[in-house]
């Protein structure tokens, strides 16, 4: 029911429709979703529907890449390619049959991270209910003789609450085993994340990647400042049965905590990039670590998705202004689902 006192609902909350004019992002569709209490986002229908700038209280919250708005159409899918239209954004979705090192198995060559971030949903919707908004979309990431995935998004935000829940099924819709790698990338960006910034992992244990990242393992949860020639570390988290992680800044008295079931997604990597404008923490919880299909499948951890079958995933972060409230959320348990 539309408030009394304003005119158009869009004065509160709602979605708006944009379109990106100019550069490599020309012609893009924008979701920008709005909630009521501060939390404001950019959904990209033709990018995976991934989530590109977000903010709250006005406040930054993401890292967007020197990349900036790429269309699908530029995408290059060789090696590390991916890196020239990776814009990082709050969410870039890795999957789904790639996730990490570019690499070849059983002959077939696989990129950076995989594909399904380039491409377009073949079909998208928002509505909003008294309560929420609803963003929904599919991608079909599907090849004529080869594997067939599809994944159905739906993007969930609190209108009264700063909560927002990202809802992933994904099916196998061909008529052959399939291997399922799947990746949330999230990326904390300026000025959420600077020197003050506190980082939360819940981990029981951290491992780090590789030598570089092992010289930085008793600082894995500071944030420092920008450095020239800076060289990124990654952090592989096991976590317990309900996974969190999030960031929280005093100063600017913003900060998020995500949930999730960390046994439907038992990995989690933490990417630490602290360079001169390549300033971004990375927040990733998936079924694999960023190793390539082909490490990942050597060491027996290689999931896969039968014809036929469906596999759901679900993401909550709730948005505070308040670190007492941070840290109360820290520590509650999630509810059952």
Request: glycine fraction near 10%; charged fraction near 30%.
């Amino acid at each position: 029911m539309t408030d009394i006192h304003v005119g158009c609902p869009l004065q509160l909350s709602g979605v708006e429709e944009f379109q990106i004019v100019g550069g490599k992002g020309d012609g893009m569709k924008l979701y920008e979703a709005r909630n009521q209490k501060g939390l404001d986002f950019f959904v990209l229908p033709q990018r995976g529907m991934d989530i590109g700038r977000l903010s709250f209280k006005g406040l930054n919250c993401s890292y967007l890449s020197a990349a900036g708005y790429v269309a699908p159409a530029y995408f290059q899918e060789k090696g590390k390619e991916f890196l020239k239209s990776f814009t990082c954004g709050f969410l870039t979705t890795c999957g789904l049959r790639q996730v990490g090192v570019p690499c070849v198995e059983e002959g077939e060559e696989l990129t950076l991270h995989g594909t399904i971030s380039h491409i377009p949903a073949s079909s998208s919707y928002w509505e909003q209910k008294e309560d929420r908004i609803e963003i929904h979309g599919t991608l079909r990431d599907e090849t004529l003789f080869g594997d067939k995935l599809v994944l159905e998004r739906t993007i969930v935000c609190q209108l009264k609450e700063n909560v927002m829940e990202i809802r992933d099924k994904i099916l196998n819709e061909g008529d052959r085993e399939t291997p399922l790698m799947l990746l949330y990338h999230f990326n904390v960006g300026y000025p959420l994340l600077d020197q003050e910034t506190e980082l939360y992992i819940g981990s029981d244990e951290v491992v780090p990647r590789d030598a570089e990242a092992e010289k930085g393992i008793k600082e894995w949860h500071r944030v420092e400042e920008p450095q020239r020639a800076y060289q990124e570390q990654c952090f592989y988290h096991k976590m317990s049965a309900v996974g969190k992680a999030g960031v929280f800044h005093p100063g600017n008295r913003a900060g998020f905590l995500m949930r999730y079931d960390a046994q439907m997604l038992p990995s989690f990597t933490q990417w630490k990039m602290m360079g001169i404008r390549d300033y971004v923490m990375g927040l990733e919880p998936g079924n694999c670590n960023p190793e390539g299909r082909k490490a990942w499948k050597e060491q027996g951890r290689l999931e896969y998705l039968q014809p036929g079958e469906e596999r759901n995933f679900w993401i909550r972060l709730d948005f505070f202004e308040n670190y007492t409230d941070w840290k109360k959320a820290i520590n509650e348990r999630l509810e059952e689902r």
